[in-house]
């Protein structure tokens, strides 16, 4: 067989093949480098947070600690917010958070349970799920939530219902709501201990509507002349309880306690409508709820499965005019917006 011939040409197109080899290895190997410092800038813990009813000012200000800590801890965090409270919809969020493949979920459903399948399925697979409604049985990694200890509360606001025997109710805001119900009731409970000439009238439910709340209660004043306390569950009906009372003209000799502190209900307390407030510290809520999967994830970036550990609880404050404007009190001030 002839071999073949090689020419100088020939030598020196194979020599510049090779320098161009070379030459792209070398750029390979650069750009190599390149991707994997890219790929350590962005090997940053990437969190979810689907948080319900954005459009109220209390999961509006959760979720402005969430992002102020990420921030602050340089993880990444990405909201799938629902502005409603209707249950598919933060569903569909969860979904497309999960899809997402996060590192660890921030997630709050109104029904406690209603994600534990989730919840455990993805805690076995490494995922941290933090979540402001603890599940029964237990099966999220934390529940970081508002302190359901109010009893204690009253003897800081007994003082401001007036004298006398009369008639007492309570704006539950809607029924069936663990999260809600556990924290009131023992208020509601441990006032009517305390000023046994109260007799309480039956439960009332606005479904957290103003106007409703407030037509409400201007037929209870209307029926009950003797009404002394009205004590509201949430920031709807705390509004809608101050409208009536104010229209009424009956500011100073109804006292309206309210939970939350949405900028409306701050500003009938300054006024003086509003007796005291109640109020969650929603900033360190979502400021926690990033701490403690940063801290997890941290240190567990191995996929092992998840083990469950004892809730947070976050206390409350109560809030009057006399405080209200006090610097320890700005985090428990809601906030519509970042």
Known sequence: MEKPVISNRSTRHAVALLAAAVLSLVAAACSG???ASSGSNNDKIAIAAVLPNTSDPFWATISCGAEAKADELGAELTTYNSTSVDANTIASNFQAAQLSSPDGILVSPFNNNQFIGQYQSLMKKGVPIVTQTPTEPTSEYKAVFSSTD??????EVVDV??????????LGGAPGIPPLEKRTQPFVDA???????????????????????????SALILAHP????????????GLGAAAAIRQA???GEIALIAFD??????????????????????????????EVLVAYLESHRDDAAVTATAAAAIDNRVLTAGNVDDPDSEPYLYKTDC
């Open 33 to 35: 480098g390149d991707a």
């Open 150 to 155: 109010t009893a204690g509360l009253v003897q």
């Open 161 to 170: 219902i007036p004298d006398g025997a009369g008639t007492a109710v309570f």
């Open 191 to 217: 006032l009517l201990d305390a000023r046994t000439d109260l007799a309480p009238l039956p439960t009332e439910y606005s479904g957290f509507d103003i106007n409703k709340a407030t037509t409400m209660v």
């Open 226 to 237: 003797d009404l002394k306390v009205i004590i509201a569950a949430d920031g709807p009906d």
């Open 249 to 251: 003209g009956k500011t």
């Open 261 to 290: 502190a949405v900028p409306g209900e701050v500003d009938a307390l300054r006024e003086g409508t509003i007796s005291a407030l109640i109020a969650q510290n929603p900033t360190e809520i979502g400021a926690r709820s990033i």
